[in-house]
Structure formats: structure tokens, C-alpha cells
């Protein structure tokens, strides 16, 4: 079974500093891999998602993950953070084509004035 | 598209009764899922449909909860009886299976659950 780490519980980073949220994926199979965020009081919404094909994937919000299968690893960063952008990231997984995702446990990404 | 309806947005009741969330998919998505939220435990999949049919209900807590799609475009999830510690965000989702968007989950905007 796939399943996803995210090492993280919070992020504290003032605004227009860059941002990494970190993410470890294990599987034995092919992965699909993505990146949600939840504002608060609302349902997770994609923020990008990697299939196959280009390792660095570019998402909405100016959000960009890279996929490496050596360090198993699928972190999220942003060049320079906004206050909008203070929400809850979640790293998922899914074994390539069969639905069910696994979440990960989330960060909440605080930005400060 | 309105994307995933969820209702009611908010329920407050108390221990003992029957609890009827409703969920009406994306049209044209034939997967759908029930997650429940909490400080806790985080984001975990109770259930999961496709093309009305239950696939996997293994993470559904106890026989007070249960699921039915009785068509593509609606589904339930009832507790009965409910008990405090079901207080939490249930949150419904959809998916396609083909098409560029495949795998990827559309969820609505949760119903927040209160058991007194």
C-alpha cells in the first residue's frame, strides 16, 4: 500500500519569503502524486499533480512541485509567499489509475506580515 | 458545472439520533468518496463508489455509519445513532475516470457535524 509523510505539521514564513513544504511518498508501484489546499472552513482543492513525464510540475497560485523518485520525495515551494496563500497543503498519493487516494496528515502554512 | 453539493452545511444534534448527510456529484464523474475530518485523526476515506456501486468500505468506523448511491447523482451517508465523537467535517468528493482529469478528486464544501 502507498502512503504519504509529510514531515511538517506547521510552516511559519513571512510574506513574500520562499516556502517549502516537504513530502515523502512510500510504494512499491508506479505513483500518482499531488498537492491539495484547504482554505479554511472549505473542501481541499487541487493545487497540482504529477502523472508521468517533466519531474517539476507547475501548479496554480504560482506553486511548483518536483517529483524525485531516487529521495522519494515530492516537495511543494513557492518563490515568495503572499498572506492569501495561509491555508492547510496536503500531500496525496494514488497507485496510478485506481481512485483511491491516501492523504497525508497536512501542513498548515502560516504567513506573517 | 456547480461542482460537488454537499448538505446540509451544518448539523448540530444530539447523541442518539439518526444523521443523514447528502451529497450530489459532479455530473459525469463516476467516482465518488466520503472523507470525515478532524483535529485528531486528520482526513480519512470512509467509503468510496464507482458507477454507484460501494468498492471499498473498509474505513467506514462502525455499523452505525452506512453509505448508499442509489443513482449517479446522489448519495448518503447516515449514522444512526450518532454519538459525540462523530462530531467532525464530512466531506464528499468526485472524480472521473478518464479524461485528463483522472485520479484527480473535486470535493464539495463539507458538512460540519456537531453531536451533543
Known amino acids: 500500500a502507498q502512503s504519504v509523510t509529510q514531515l511538517d505539521s506547521q510552516v511559519p514564513v513571512f510574506e513574500e519569503a520562499p516556502v517549502e513544504l516537504r513530502c515523502n511518498y512510500s510504494?512499491?508501484?508506479?505513483?500518482?502524486l499531488f498537492w491539495y489546499v484547504q482554505y479554511p472552513n472549505q473542501g481541499l482543492q487541487l493545487l497540482l499533480k504529477y502523472l508521468s513525464g517533466s519531474t517539476l510540475v507547475k501548479g496554480i497560485n504560482g506553486f511548483e512541485a518536483e517529483f524525485n523518485k531516487s529521495q522519494t520525495s515530492f516537495h511543494l515551494r513557492k518563490p515568495s509567499v503572499h498572506i492569501s496563500d495561509t491555508a492547510e497543503y496536503f500531500c496525496a498519493v494514488s497507485k496510478g489509475g485506481y481512485q483511491k487516494v491516501t492523504f497525508g496528515t497536512g501542513t498548515k502554512l502560516q504567513v506573517i506580515p | 458545472d456547480a461542482g460537488v453539493i454537499q448538505s446540509p452545511r451544518h448539523e448540530v444534534t444530539e447523541m442518539g439520533q439518526e444523521v443523514t448527510l447528502r451529497c450530489k456529484p459532479i455530473?459525469?464523474?463516476?467516482?465518488l468518496f466520503w472523507y470525515r475530518q478532524t483535529m485528531m485523526r486528520g482526513l480519512e476515506l470512509l467509503i468510496y463508489?464507482?458507477?454507484?456501486?460501494?468498492?471499498?468500505d473498509s474505513g467506514m468506523p462502525e455499523d452505525r455509519f452506512s453509505a448508499k448511491m442509489p443513482n449517479a447523482s446522489f448519495s448518503t451517508l447516515k449514522i444512526q445513532p450518532s454519538e459525540p465523537r462523530d462530531s467532525a467535517v464530512y466531506f464528499c468528493a468526485s472524480s472521473p475516470s478518464t479524461g485528463g482529469s483522472t485520479d484527480t478528486q473535486y470535493f464539495g464544501p463539507g458538512t460540519r457535524l456537531t453531536v451533543l
Open positions: 510504494s512499491s508501484v508506479s505513483v500518482y
Open positions: 463508489f464507482n458507477n454507484n456501486v460501494p468498492i471499498d
Open positions: 455530473s459525469g464523474h463516476d467516482y
